[in-house]
């Protein structure tokens, strides 16, 4: 605790030299009454720093991939990926109110997103002041609260035009999704003009070419498959507010799970300590006290349930079957979707029958050399025994709306991760609404 008394001290001394410089001294004033003695500085430490707060907090922490995840490190210095992963950018893009628009280039003709940080900001590990952001300032309990950020989240996948506001629980789970939400898909900057797929047109316009094989890597294509042709992986966010597919028309109707209104990312990612989930831990992962805290399920849920657990989760794991399978009819023979039973590299590994991980299995030097479909744009830069490894695979075939749309909604599903649990209503809908379009559209 010494450490602290002398550091409080220097933060005394330099605060009086910041007043110290602030302009010339006014007139003498009379003589003040003496002030109360303060309150000793190392126990308004001690409120914070002790035990049960932060270092109860902080051990909670080092089993969160907020915390050992290595993204942070990776992208250290990339702008466009670091609101979400680096702290100091999260911060920069709360604080800034940077939105999730993305703006048109009169010169250029093409779009650039907006919701990106700074160069000076893309830095930093998510710690406690990434979501704290009053830590320091009163030297008070109450500087936990409030949170960096707890309004609507306006979704970049979606330029903005939709938000996801979800209000219960004093709005934390807002926090959560500003984050955990997908990445916009766009169109090619070089064949088109980098704007956002449009997943409205994808779902009325089923049997509309989207990617014409026979034409490749030249127009009329907006966009040419690769093995990461995708949302990214934060899908939760967009599935659990019940706003993020391409919505075909098929079945089922589009409706929420209860989850969507009454339940907080919190209320299940960090309620009472379990294993290792809970609290700081934000893991949910075999931790069901979250479920049966009151006001919730009145009649306790665990891993043997069937109602509440088994019978949903496994109805969603058939259905993201059968859509993969179905997407991968497409291939004649040969599946489409790239599989990895690992569960280092795979994070949805053993979701799916196929261990699939939502990528395309498409050849591609440095991130899928053991690709079997043949990439339609083989970069200037691989070398001749790359291109000719390439050429020598099969073509990769042509893609409708129905397919492509499909595939978006696999992958939401399959990386919401929760095989339904987050919003069982919508995740259902999405999935069998794929598998009617794709039927219609003769798959
Ligand atoms: C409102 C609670 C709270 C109070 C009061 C508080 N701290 Fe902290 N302090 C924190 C948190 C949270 C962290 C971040 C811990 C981490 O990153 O693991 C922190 C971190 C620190 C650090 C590590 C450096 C840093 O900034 O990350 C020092 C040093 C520190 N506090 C000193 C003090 C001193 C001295 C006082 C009393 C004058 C004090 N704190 C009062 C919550 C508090
Ligand atoms: C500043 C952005 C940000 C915020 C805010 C945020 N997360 Fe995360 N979260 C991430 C990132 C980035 C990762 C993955 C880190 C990595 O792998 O390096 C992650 C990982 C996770 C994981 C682990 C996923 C896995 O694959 O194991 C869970 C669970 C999680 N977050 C839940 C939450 C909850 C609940 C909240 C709100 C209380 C929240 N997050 C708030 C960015 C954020
Ligand atoms: C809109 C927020 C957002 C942006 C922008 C974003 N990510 Fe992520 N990313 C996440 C979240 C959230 C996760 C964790 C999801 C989970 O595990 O459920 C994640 C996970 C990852 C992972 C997987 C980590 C693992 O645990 O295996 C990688 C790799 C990654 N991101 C790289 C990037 C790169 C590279 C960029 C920029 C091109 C980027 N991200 C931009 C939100 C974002
Ligand atoms: C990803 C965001 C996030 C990070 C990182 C984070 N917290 Fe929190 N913290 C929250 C949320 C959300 C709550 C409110 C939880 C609830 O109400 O159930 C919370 C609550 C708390 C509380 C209880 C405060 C109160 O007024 O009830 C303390 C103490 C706390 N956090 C300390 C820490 C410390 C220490 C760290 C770093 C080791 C940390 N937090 C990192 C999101 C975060
Ligand atoms: C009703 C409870 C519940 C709510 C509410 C909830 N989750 Fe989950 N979440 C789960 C379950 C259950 C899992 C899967 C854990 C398992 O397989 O045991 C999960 C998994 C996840 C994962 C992947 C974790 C991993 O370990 O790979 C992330 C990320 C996540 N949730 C984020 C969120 C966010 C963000 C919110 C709020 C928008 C949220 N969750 C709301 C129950 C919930």
């Keep these: 605790m010494k450490k602290f008394r002398v550091l409080f001290s220097v933060l005394l001394s330099a605060a009086f030299l910041i007043s110290a410089c602030e302009g010339p001294m006014g007139p003498p004033g009379a003589n003040g009454k003496d002030g109360a003695d303060g309150k000793d500085a190392n126990e308004t430490c001690k409120l914070c720093h002790n035990n049960n707060v932060v270092q109860a907090k902080e051990v ?3 089993i969160s991939k907020h915390k050992y995840g290595e993204v942070a490190f990776e992208e250290a210095g990339t702008p466009g990926c670091a609101p979400c992963h680096l702290s100091e950018a999260f911060k920069y893009v ?7 628009t993305f703006t048109l280039n009169t010169t250029t003709g093409k779009y650039s997103n907006d919701f990106v940080a700074t160069a000076m900001t893309a830095f930093g590990d998510l710690t406690c002041s990434t979501c704290h952001s009053s830590l320091h300032t009163n030297y008070e309990s109450t500087d936990f609260m409030p949170l960096t950020t707890t309004a609507a989240v306006p979704m970049n996948m979606w330029k903005g035009t939709k938000t996801i506001n979800l209000t219960q629980d004093n709005s934390f789970s807002n926090l959560c999704v500003k984050c955990h939400q997908p990445r916009p898909l766009t169109t090619s900057t070089t064949l088109s003009n980098g704007d956002v797929i449009d997943y409205n047109a994808l779902a009325s316009n089923p049997s509309t070419i989207f990617y014409d094989s026979s034409v490749g890597n030249a127009t009329p294509n907006k966009v040419v498959p690769s093995y990461r042709f995708h949302v990214h992986y934060g899908t939760v966010g967009a599935i659990f507010a019940g706003q993020g597919g391409v919505q075909f028309s098929g079945t ?3 409706e929420n799970s209860a989850h969507t209104t009454a339940a907080s990312c919190q209320d299940c990612h960090m309620t009472t300590l379990s294993g290792r989930a809970g609290g700081h831990t934000f893991s949910a ?11 919730c399920h009145s009649t306790a849920i665990t891993s043997s349930s069937t109602t509440f657990w088994k019978n949903p989760r496994a ?3 058939a259905l993201l079957n059968s859509l993969a399978a ?12 790239h599989s990895d039973p690992s569960t280092d590299t795979n994070l949805w590994a053993g979701l799916t029958t196929g261990n699939y991980d939502g990528y395309l299995n498409i050849y591609d030097p440095g991130t899928n050399p053991g690709g079997v479909w043949r990439n339609p744009a083989p970069a200037g830069t691989w070398t001749q025994a790359q291109k000719d490894t390439n050429s020598a695979l099969p073509l990769f075939p042509s893609l409708n709306n129905a397919m492509m749309g499909s595939m978006i909604n696999f992958q939401l599903c399959l990386r919401e991760f929760s095989l339904g649990i987050h919003n069982y209503k919508y995740t259902k809908a999405l999935l069998q609404n794929s598998l009617d379009a794709l039927t219609a559209a003769g798959v």
């Design 326 to 337: 179905k997407i991968n009819s497409v291939g004649g023979g040969t599946d489409i979707l």
């Design 94 to 100: 709360c604080a800034n109110n940077v939105p999730s």
């Design 285 to 295: 992962l075999g931790n069901f006290n979250g479920c049966n805290v009151a006001g």
């Design 60 to 62: 909670e922490f080092q």
């Design 252 to 254: 089922l109707a589009y």
């Design 315 to 317: 109805d969603i794991q």
